[in-house]
């Protein structure tokens, strides 16, 4: 192990002897880079070595380029600034890392983005080679190698073939799909662009043999036209074939005894390429893998929507939609959409267009209903209304919009088929609209209709609760505040009368109820009693985020006592979240006078529960007892943590770093008065004075303004109970330079 890591110091030495002639680090720094990189060299050497300890090296390794980068803007170097040697050892590590973690993806990725953004060309082709090796099924992997083909190779044949790889690996990704329709997109637009630039008129180029497309996925006829002639089925392909290529493609290929017909829809007098011959064969292969999958049909349309001069593309995806769900509600308020989502970018702006394709749109959408009248076709007719009328900036179109959406919701209401969503959809729309009234007035219809929902007696309770202190002689319109508010007695029976409507309660509504009876100031008593009833009818995530807003609620009204009663009553009622137990802690540590007691009771109910997985509890807890002093404890925890931990490698390595790192912040120079534990006062005591004198003569030991920071802090030991740990700390001159090494 010394052995190799002698060899990679020998490595550095050129690169270290660059930087220091050319002054970008002095000679001692340059010692504190050498101990720093051995310590970590032997880190990546020994035989246990983990992830951590390569990616520590790395994170020490962009701090020391970074600090290099700013020295040499600052000192004007251009040339032998020590950017290769820092670029050459960072992908050495990098290297390592990966040979013995070649699994891990992500460490790939992170690879990638690093030789991207350092620009460097090689190691980018022989990376993604490598990493597509041992990672052929990560689709995020294909399509960054088709991008790095396409955008800075401006190779589309690369791109094409890396892609058709990716899919004969990966048949039903629909990432790899929708990423090759964009490039194709992509590349044809460019090449449009450039025929306009160069004053080529696309009709003048045919193409003369589809040699190289496979016809049994393009479309032989367009949507809609019939062909009385019998086709003869072509030879099936095992896969996808080399598509078209028409920009690119060899002239000898294309001799007029091998050509093949053309597809029906593609005229003689057109190209094939600028038709959008290569998107539909991708289209066809992808939904003959995912026949069924309505919402990647939606996405691929949405990539083809978002370029110009598509429409035959589109033709065929809606005709493949109405071809293949053909009762589906969804498909057919996505086909009704079709004049307004097609809608060309450049007439967007125009604002008649917008309101006829609008107009056209609702009227085909109208038609639908007067075919297929159901509930959930109106929810998705006012969910596509309100999403017209959220981002119509006319207020010709939007005035017009909103009263369609009016009708709508009346509409619904008076067939009887208006649900809990519409309902809440109106709620919503009105309060997004600024009509309070009128929502009050709509959620008093709500519960009459569906007295049994929760949802909808919430969003009534909100509202009554918002206007419960406003003045009452506020005025909209002919109405006023004091015609909508109730008395507190009133709010209260009408959350009675909601518990026992609702078939089936939420933690909203008690949380609501929670809340009226803390700003009526109902007994405490029957405060905690409300809590019980709440908790015996929820149930999991529920339940839990009902004890944590009880627990934010009642820690400020109720008696310390009280809210030690509360949570005592809900560690009875299964499951307790973590998080509910961290709330706990934070309470208690946030009272006048500290238990440590029960804080340490609290976190030990806690381990008892998360204590085998969860390797942050035990850090928590670890840190808050160093932070009290009690260096026996945390290291009791210590010892305690690896034996009930199922995997303790990883809590070591963090129990590692915190201990190496600054020292946890101590409570005893600010909350020692605040602990009960009366054993430790004295105690205590004595720390506070300690830290009160290390502080002082940390004051007056300040370092020179320019003086750098080279050294690296020296491993703490824990100190004795009782004692501050003697390691100087960072004095506030020894941060005034920006660029001191800190690594």
């Not at 050319?22 to 880190?43: G, L, M, N, Q």
Request: proline share 3%; charged share 30%; with cysteine.
């Amino acid at each position: 192990m010394a052995d190799g890591v002698e060899f990679y110091m020998e490595q550095m030495i050129p690169g270290l002897e660059e930087l220091q002639t050319a002054e970008i680090f002095t000679a001692p720094e340059i010692k504190a880079i050498v101990k720093k990189r051995r310590d970590f060299e032997y880190a990546i050497a020994r035989p246990g070595k983990t992830k951590v300890d390569f990616f520590r090296y790395l994170e020490y390794e962009f701090n020391l380029d970074s600090l290099r980068k700013k020295r040499v803007e600052r000192l004007g170097i251009t040339k032998k600034n020590g950017a290769v040697h820092c670029i050459r050892h960072i992908t050495s590590i990098f290297v390592r890392c990966l040979r013995k973690f070649k699994g891990d993806s992500k460490i790939w990725l992170q690879f990638i983005d690093y030789c991207t953004r350092i620009g460097s060309v090689t190691a980018l082709n022989r990376t993604f080679a490598e990493a597509l090796q041992y990672h052929s099924t990560n689709h995020k992997l294909w399509i960054l190698a088709a991008s790095w083909e396409y955008e800075h190779n401006l190779n589309i044949s690369a791109a094409r073939t890396l892609l058709q790889r990716a899919l004969r690996t990966l048949p039903k990704s629909q990432e790899l799909y929708l990423e090759y329709c964009r490039m194709e997109l992509m590349y044809r637009e460019k090449i449009r662009k450039r025929m306009e630039l160069m004053g080529i008129d696309q009709a003048a180029l045919k193409a003369k043999s589809t040699e190289g497309i496979d016809l049994s996925l393009v479309p032989m006829k367009p949507a809609g036209e019939e062909d009385d002639e019998d086709q003869q089925p072509e030879e099936e392909d095992d896969g996808m074939k080399e598509l078209l290529d028409l920009p690119e493609g060899d002239p000898a290929a294309t001799e007029a005894s091998n050509a093949k017909p053309l597809p029906s829809y593609i005229s003689s007098s057109t190209n094939p390429f600028f038709e959008g011959a290569i998107i539909l064969v991708v289209y066809n292969a992808a939904i003959a893998k995912i026949p069924s999958d309505i919402s990647f049909r939606q996405k691929m349309l949405s990539v083809v929507q978002a370029f110009p001069d598509t429409k035959k593309i589109q033709d065929e995806i809606y005709a493949s939609l109405e071809r293949d769900f053909p009762e589906n509600e969804d498909v057919l308020i996505l086909i009704a959409r079709r004049p307004l989502d097609s809608l060309p970018v450049q007439k967007k702006k125009d604002h008649d267009a917008v309101f006829n394709a609008t107009r056209e749109t609702l009227d085909n959408i109208d038609n639908e209903l007067l075919r297929v009248d159901t509930a959930s076709m109106r929810q998705k007719y006012i969910e596509t209304l309100i999403n017209l009328v959220n981002r119509e900036e006319s207020s010709d179109v939007k005035s017009f919009l909103s009263k369609k959406l009016q009708s709508a919701f009346q509409d619904a209401i008076k067939s009887k088929q208006a649900t809990e969503s519409i309902f809440l959809l109106q709620i919503r729309w009105l309060l997004e609209s600024g009509k309070l009234f009128e929502a009050l007035d709509a959620t008093s219809n709500a519960v009459k209709h569906i007295a049994s929902s929760a949802s909808l007696w919430v969003a009534r309770l909100k509202l009554l609760f918002q206007i419960r202190g406003a003045d009452s002689s506020l005025r909209i319109g002919s109405k006023s505040v004091k015609d909508y508010q109730l008395s507190d007695g009133d709010l209260i029976a009408t959350c009675e009368q909601a518990v026992k409507s609702c078939k089936q309660t939420s933690e909203g509504l008690w949380t609501i109820f929670a809340q009226l009876s803390v700003v009526t100031e109902a007994p405490q008593e029957k405060i905690l009693q409300l809590f019980t009833r709440g908790a015996k009818q929820l149930k999991g995530d529920e339940l839990d985020s009902f004890k944590q807003r009880f627990l934010e609620l009642s820690s400020k009204v109720l008696s310390s006592d009280n809210v030690r009663k509360f949570y005592e009553k809900a560690f009875e009622f299964h499951p307790t979240k973590l998080e509910f137990y961290s709330k706990c802690i934070e309470y208690e540590n946030s009272q006048v006078k500290i238990d440590v007691r029960r804080i340490r009771q609290l976190y030990e109910y806690a381990i008892t529960e998360f204590g085998k997985d969860n390797d942050n509890l035990w850090l928590e807890m670890i840190k808050w007892e160093l932070g009290l002093g009690h260096m026996e404890e945390a290291s009791s925890l210590y010892w305690r943590a690896k034996k009930t931990l199922n995997s303790p490698d990883n809590f070591v390595v963090k129990h590692s770093v915190m201990m190496n790192s600054e020292e946890p912040e101590t409570q005893m120079g600010s909350s020692s008065s605040r602990v009960q534990e009366s054993s430790d006062e004295d105690e205590d005591g004595d720390s506070e004075q300690d830290s009160d004198e290390d502080s002082d003569e940390e004051a007056s030991s300040e370092e020179e303004e320019d003086e750098v920071q080279v050294e690296t802090p020296a491993k703490r030991t824990p100190a004795k109970k009782g004692q501050q740990s003697s390691s100087p700390r960072n004095t506030p001159s020894s941060k005034k330079r920006s660029d001191k090494m800190d690594m």
